[in-house]
């Protein structure tokens, strides 16, 4: 059964750098057509895309926040990370990461989700 | 950057069908995914290349996508498809999520 769960801090400081893990259970990150996102949502607010990790090492990037965005991979631990910088409390948010296993064409599954404040 | 509008809210009445637009300039020429999202929970996938349904999704569910608009059809809605609905498509390899539509069952 595939899953991921996500994990980093809850609570950061305005200029910090953020940076959090998503772990994949059941699917190999080095399987073909396999990719990783990090999506989030403001309270109340819409899904907004982050960035984007694919099989073969290609990483994507909002063209909005490509400037303090790093998304990583280590396939030895099946592991996602994602470094946004200089935070704000405009970026507090739950972030999600999520799938793309390839049986489908869209994102098939979705961690629980993390929370994460930002305080001046 | 490619851009995905959709109306910010739905409403229909329980048994009647809901009718959700996403719009996006020649969106038919891409494959389009739908979202539902539940207060609290994650979002799940109802609906990938345009109109298929992973197979734990209700056949209620349907979707098409022509011209400029993509919509996502629930036919016979229940009280528990109440939930926001997110249209999504690949834009050379980046992620691109429509603004989300509040659907409520009345």
């Known amino acids: 059964q595939i899953s991921l769960k996500e994990s980093g801090p809850t609570l950061m400081k305005s200029t910090q750098t953020l940076t959090l893990t998503c772990t994949l259970s059941?699917?190999?990150?080095?399987?073909?057509?396999?990719?990783v996102g990090w999506i989030r949502q403001p309270p109340g607010k819409a899904l907004e895309w982050l960035a984007f990790i694919y099989w073969d090492d290609d990483q994507r990037y909002s063209p909005s926040l490509k400037s303090r965005l790093t998304i990583t991979r280590d396939t030895s631990l099946n592991q996602v990370v994602l470094t946004l910088t200089n935070m704000d409390p405009v970026d507090t948010a739950t972030y999600y990461c999520?799938?793309?296993?390839?049986?489908?064409?869209?994102?098939?599954?979705w961690g629980q989700g993390t929370p994460v404040t930002v305080s001046s | 950057s490619f851009e995905l509008t959709q109306p910010p809210s739905v409403s229909v009445s329980p048994g009647q069908t809901a009718t959700i637009t996403c719009s996006g300039d020649n969106l038919g020429d891409k494959y389009v995914c739908w979202y539902q999202q539940k207060p609290g929970q994650s979002p799940i996938l109802v609906i990938h290349?345009?109109?298929r349904r992973p197979s734990e999704i209700p056949a209620r569910f349907s979707g098409s996508n022509s011209g400029n608009t993509a919509t996502l059809t629930i036919s016979g809605t229940q009280a528990w498809d109440e939930a926001d609905y997110y249209c999504?498509?690949?834009?050379?390899?980046?992620?691109?999520f429509g603004g989300g539509t509040k659907l409520s069952v009345l």
């Open positions: 290349q345009d109109s």
């Open positions: 999504q498509v690949w834009d050379s390899s980046l992620v691109v």
């Open positions: 999520a799938l793309r296993s390839g049986s489908y064409s869209g994102l098939d599954s």
């Open positions: 059941g699917l190999s990150l080095s399987a073909s057509g396999v990719g």
